[in-house]
């Protein structure tokens, strides 16, 4: 999947954050801002079972071997760093990442560790 692809995906999948996504900014700013969605609902309790399920769905997606090199980039860079930033997004991270998006994940989680 190209980062375009998934940052139009991400748009009309994810109203609620896409009312506040600057459409201006390139795929890499709208998954980047995403992913800070994320792991400030995650860490304030403020985001929905339901829309977190989703979430995690479209994560697990792009975080499959199927995509090529630029968007595993993307995904680890732009989201993954992010969401290792707080103790309570890192455990629902853990929880919910799968296969290949989960792997790549704990290589984030073991390069911050050996910093």
Do not use: C, H
């Not at 969605?37 to 995690?56: C, K, M, P, Q, V």
């Not at 697990?60 to 630029?70: A, F, M, Q, T, W």
């Not at 455990?91 to 792997?103: D, I, P, S, T």
Request: no cysteine.
């Amino acid at each position: 999947m190209e980062p375009e692809k998934i940052a139009s995906i991400l748009l009309l999948e994810f109203p609620e954050f896409s009312k506040s996504a600057d459409l201006k900014e390139g795929p890499y700013s709208i998954l980047g801002n995403f992913a800070i969605y994320l792991r400030d609902g995650i860490t304030d309790n403020t985001i929905r079972n339901d829309e977190l399920d989703r979430a995690f769905y479209f994560l697990n997606e792009i975080g499959s071997s199927e995509n090529n090199r630029e968007t595993q980039n993307q995904f680890v860079v732009g989201v993954l760093e992010i969401l290792a930033d707080t103790e309570e997004s890192v455990n629902v991270m853990k929880q919910r990442l799968k296969g290949q998006a989960l792997e790549l994940f704990e290589r984030v989680l073991a390069g911050w560790n050996n910093a």
